[in-house]
């Protein structure tokens, strides 16, 4: 499993229910409020505790908002692994990855509610402060392309820089997706995936 930033582990270390439903609480009101309109206050309620209990977890509403932003990406790498096992050969596995990764970002609710609505809050998040999501990424991406290594012995690459590269590229089509780079279509995807993404790791689709 991908490293949890310090924050993020230090609920998990609660009860599992109960932190979970603290995030959740969270999650459900930038949903409906944004970030900026959410109070600790209205979180505390959500999650049926007091105030002072939410600010013994965190001291900040900013730690909490890089807490719920982490484990979101650790649900979408999650759904992600889960769909990519159907898939029989691991150079087919790191394509399908690829595809979902910009095709779960491109969908996913809070991240364009905020790109939207507080893109002067969430922005920088994901770009300049954005350490913590891309190595959610990088972790996972890293540990796929080791299998493909195992699975193809001829191949020579650094695992750990591609990943950062692929979880880079993942990152900006999600916040700017217009380009050449298709993204609408995912059967286009996987052939630029196969074209560009695995001669990078030395594998050359026939």
């Known amino acids: 499993m991908p490293s949890v930033p310090s924050i ?6 609660k009860p599992r229910a109960d932190g979970e439903q603290l995030l959740e609480s969270a999650l459900s009101a930038f949903l409906d409020f944004g970030i900026k309109r959410t109070s600790m206050g209205e979180i ?3 999650a049926g505790i007091s105030p002072a209990t939410l600010y013994r977890r965190f001291e900040s509403k900013n730690e909490l908002v890089e807490a719920v932003s982490v484990r979101e990406a650790q649900q979408l790498v999650a759904e992600i692994d889960k769909y ?13 990855t690829f595809v979902a990764f910009i095709t779960a970002m491109a969908r996913n609710e809070l991240l364009r509610r905020l ?3 507080e893109p002067d809050l969430v922005l920088p998040r994901l770009t300049t402060e954005g350490g913590p999501i891309l190595e959610v990424g990088r972790v ?5 392309l ?4 195992a699975a193809n012995p001829s191949t020579d690459f ?7 590269i692929m979880a ?22 996987r052939e630029f995936a196969r074209r560009t993404l695995l001669p990078m790791v030395g594998v050359h689709p026939s």
């Open 84 to 96: 990519t096992q159907e898939f029989g050969t691991s150079d087919e596995q790191l394509v399908e």
């Open 158 to 164: 650094d695992a750990d820089l591609v990943a950062e």
């Open 8 to 13: 993020l582990q230090r609920i998990l270390e």
């Open 140 to 144: 996972y991406l890293a540990g796929k």
């Open 44 to 46: 505390a309620r959500r």
């Open 168 to 189: 880079r590229l993942a990152l900006s089509l999600a916040l700017t997706p217009d380009g050449i780079i298709p993204l609408g279509n995912e059967q286009a995807a």
């Open 146 to 149: 080791r299998e493909l290594q």
């Open 115 to 117: 790109l939207r609505t």
